[in-house]
């Protein structure tokens, strides 16, 4: 808080005084101090009386002029015989108050007269929330990458705007990378899963049924039955899933006895890395433990069976149902070989097509 002859001055100015008056009342306050010595001394006065010297006079009559000129606030337009008089004088910090008020005003004159009139129009909320969901998705993307996003959807936006409403990340945190559930979706994509069920007969037999799905889209990839499951039979199985170079690189399973030393072989032979489940854990071999959930709610449970090739082809014409018609939750209502989307321009009559011997029924649009 500056003191003396500058609080008064600061009053001053507030209250909207002429720079006459200013400067008066300023002297008056600060008679027989340092400050008045200061600025008496160089107009030859002596009396402390501010105005006397012709120098004093001169400077009164100037002033008008350069407020008509200058049309601003008195601070713009400060004598010259007050400044002279405080940086002569002795009190402490009175002239690094002044020159800090002085840069203040710079600072202020300048920015207001710089100001934008115009400028680029402001980004709307839903630009801004667009941002942030991009950013938040893709976290490994740039400023450069979002707004080449946000120019293929046709919205005009700089890419200075992408980068002032992007979320920046706080001080000292881990580098950008990839949610969880993205990253077991890049792994999934590279292993599959496999198991035994089992499927009761007309007689009271049972048989094995065996199935490999994949993890990447859910896709059956092999499914059989045997009355006999020998490792022979097994090992011709893992060769008919996964023929040539088709084979994943992790591949799921239980620890059943059937997976004897020749299969383990036979998955070392195709260049599969086995990944065997903990005892009694059947949740670490989710996606094979579901689709034998669904062979057995969505046909098991509609039919008996009656001997092995009955169960056979029961089980061929589900894997071409599952694969090319079944609409999947983890597919986004798709099936794992996607269907193409039928609108009216297709057809105004919708027909049905019979799945899996009239089980089930798939719809398609035809003309009429």
Same mark, same amino acid.
């Not at 039928?342 to 089980?359: A, C, D, N, T, Y």
């Given at each position: 808080?500056?003191?003396?002859?500058?609080?008064?001055?600061?009053?001053?100015?507030?209250?909207?005084?002429?720079?006459?008056?200013?400067?008066?009342?300023?002297?008056?306050?600060?008679?027989?101090?340092?400050?008045a010595?200061?600025?008496?001394?160089?107009?030859g006065?002596?009396?402390g009386?501010?105005?006397?010297?012709?120098?004093?006079?001169?400077?009164?009559?100037?002033?008008?002029?350069?407020?008509?000129?200058?049309?601003r606030?008195?601070?713009l337009?400060?004598?010259?015989?007050?400044?002279?008089?405080?940086?002569?004088?002795?009190?402490?910090?009175?002239?690094?108050?002044?020159?800090?008020?002085?840069?203040?005003?710079?600072?202020?004159?300048?920015?207001?007269?710089?100001?934008?009139?115009?400028?680029?129009?402001? !980004?709307? #909320?839903?630009?801004?929330?667009?941002?942030?969901?991009?950013? *938040? %998705?893709? /976290?490994?993307?740039? &400023? $450069? @990458?979002?707004?080449?996003?946000?120019?293929?959807?046709?919205?005009?936006?700089?890419?200075?705007?992408?980068?002032?409403?992007?979320?920046?990340?706080?001080?000292g945190?881990?580098?950008?990378?990839?949610?969880?559930?993205?990253?077991?979706?890049?792994?999934?994509?590279?292993?599959?899963?496999?198991?035994?069920?089992?499927?009761?007969?007309?007689?009271?037999?049972?048989?094995?049924?065996?199935?490999?799905?994949?993890?990447?889209?859910?896709?059956?990839l092999?499914?059989?039955?045997? !009355?006999? #499951?020998?490792?022979?039979?097994?090992?011709?199985?893992?060769? *008919? %899933?996964? /023929?040539?170079?088709? &084979? $994943? @690189?992790?591949?799921?399973?239980?620890?059943?006895?059937?997976?004897?030393?020749?299969?383990?072989?036979?998955?070392?032979?195709?260049?599969?890395?086995?990944?065997?489940?903990?005892?009694?854990?059947?949740?670490q071999?989710?996606?094979?433990?579901?689709?034998?959930?669904?062979?057995?709610?969505?046909?098991?449970?509609?039919?008996?069976?009656?001997?092995?090739?009955?169960?056979?082809?029961?089980?061929?014409?589900?894997?071409?149902?599952?694969?090319?018609?079944?609409?999947?939750?983890?597919?986004?209502?798709?099936?794992?070989?996607?269907?193409k989307?039928?609108?009216?321009?297709?057809?105004?009559?919708?027909?049905?097509?019979?799945?899996?011997f009239?089980?089930?029924?798939?719809?398609?649009?035809?003309?009429?």
């Amino acid at each position: 808080m500056p003191c003396g002859p500058l609080r008064g001055a600061a009053e001053f100015w507030r209250a909207g005084y002429g720079r006459q008056e200013w400067q008066d009342e300023g002297l008056r306050q600060c008679a027989g101090s340092d400050v008045a010595l200061g600025l008496a001394e160089p107009f030859g006065t002596g009396s402390g009386e501010f105005g006397s010297s012709p120098a004093t006079r001169s400077l009164s009559r100037e002033a008008p002029i350069t407020e008509a000129c200058t049309g601003r606030s008195p601070l713009l337009g400060i004598s010259p015989a007050l400044l002279a008089g405080l940086a002569a004088s002795t009190v402490p910090g009175a002239a690094v108050t002044v020159v800090k008020w002085h840069r203040m005003g710079f600072r202020l004159f300048w920015r207001w007269k710089s100001r934008s009139r115009v400028g680029r129009p402001r !980004a709307t #909320p839903e630009l801004r929330a667009l941002i942030r969901r991009m950013a *938040e %998705a893709n /976290p490994t993307w740039g &400023a $450069p @990458r979002i707004h080449g996003e946000l120019l293929k959807l046709g919205m005009a936006v700089g890419q200075t705007t992408v980068a002032r409403y992007m979320p920046r990340p706080g001080r000292g945190a881990p580098k950008p990378s990839p949610t969880w559930r993205n990253f077991l979706r890049l792994h999934l994509a590279e292993s599959a899963g496999m198991d035994f069920f089992v499927i009761p007969t007309a007689t009271f037999g049972v048989l094995l049924g065996f199935v490999v799905v994949s993890h990447r889209d859910r896709r059956i990839l092999h499914l059989n039955v045997t !009355a006999h #499951p020998t490792e022979e039979w097994t090992k011709q199985q893992l060769r *008919e %899933a996964f /023929p040539w170079t088709s &084979a $994943p @690189r992790y591949l799921h399973r239980d620890r059943d006895k059937l997976y004897s030393e020749g299969v383990r072989a036979t998955l070392t032979h195709l260049g599969i890395r086995e990944v065997p489940s903990a005892a009694r854990c059947p949740w670490q071999n989710p996606y094979a433990e579901r689709v034998i959930g669904s062979i057995r709610r969505e046909l098991l449970d509609h039919v008996v069976v009656l001997n092995e090739a009955h169960a056979r082809r029961l089980l061929r014409e589900y894997q071409r149902y599952y694969n090319a018609s079944r609409t999947h939750l983890s597919r986004g209502k798709d099936a794992p070989e996607t269907r193409k989307v039928q609108g009216p321009e297709h057809g105004s009559k919708v027909i049905e097509l019979r799945e899996v011997f009239g089980l089930h029924h798939r719809y398609e649009r035809r003309a009429a």
